[in-house]
């Protein structure tokens, strides 16, 4: 089913966002209306002046700030609620924030003439007498599976892959980098065996992991190991493009190219959408 044109120009709003560019205002009307509901700096005002003085605001006060969407919820034909999450660190502060928050959207011939930031989602949803849909943690899904490599729990670690599962490796190197095509759970359980008996110490971390919507991820992957009889470490690191079913991976490429695997899963989500 293809996406609805407020979708579609929503989503185009958070595109250039989720890569950390906020110049864009094309999509407002020149007197919208913008609201901030909660966080450091609550208020409102109107017109591209005052939505460009709140976001130098809010990006003034937090290094590494970023965006990015979970969901998209269409409340009626004029409104659309996004699912977002803010993160960031403080500059005079230092402490670290991530808060799941929404943004409510009221369009009109193509353009946004309102919007309603919330820095808590729940708050959000109970305004517009919605409901937070359960869906499943897949970022955590991926932490557990590799928490259980490192302590070579392979059957925990191979409980995030369905069943009939299909891997693309890229050469990377070493271990499950080292190029090939894996089916199933006993094929890439062998593979992670045999990855950590190559070692004498051995050890994964997921350094990134984003979620494009329509079941599809995009996550970095670092992996680290001391070959036996050797005091040196080596290390791969490496994208990894996901399609998820039922909680599940279902088939997962991977790349040597961070920049490439990115636009894989942003390319793969916008074709699963239509």
Request: aromatic share 8%.
């Amino acid at each position: 089913m293809t996406d609805s044109a407020n979708v579609e120009l929503v989503r185009s709003i958070y595109a250039p966002m989720e890569r950390g560019d906020f110049s864009h205002a094309d999509w407002a009307h020149p007197e919208i209306e913008c609201v901030m509901v909660g966080g450091p700096e609550p208020g409102s005002g109107s017109g591209l002046a005052a939505m460009a003085t709140g976001w130098g605001e809010v990006l003034g006060a937090w290094e590494d700030f970023r965006v990015e969407v979970d969901d998209y919820r269409e409340v009626d034909d004029e409104r659309l609620l996004a699912l977002i999450r803010f993160s960031g660190r403080g500059k005079t502060s230092g402490l670290e924030i991530a808060t799941k928050g929404a943004a409510l959207f009221q369009l009109h011939d193509g353009k946004v003439d309102r919007i309603v930031h919330y820095w808590d989602r729940d708050r959000a949803l109970a305004e517009l007498g919605l409901e937070e849909q359960a869906t499943p943690d897949l970022e955590e899904s991926v932490r557990r599976s590799i928490d259980a490599l490192n302590r070579r729990d392979f059957d925990a670690a191979v409980a995030v892959w369905a069943p009939d599962a299909v891997w693309e490796l890229a050469p990377l190197g070493f271990g499950v980098f080292a190029g090939g095509h894996l089916i199933g759970h006993e094929a890439i359980r062998k593979s992670q065996e045999d990855l950590t008996e190559a070692f004498a110490d051995f050890e994964s971390e997921l350094e990134d992991h984003r979620d494009f919507g329509r079941d599809v991820t995009f996550g970095v992957l670092v992996q680290r190991g001391r070959p036996h009889g050797s005091e040196a470490f080596v290390e791969a690191r490496g994208g990894v493009v996901a399609i998820w079913r039922d909680a599940r991976i279902a088939r997962a490429t991977s790349y040597q190219d961070l920049d490439e695997a990115r636009a894989a899963a942003e390319r793969l989500a916008q074709e699963r959408g239509g």
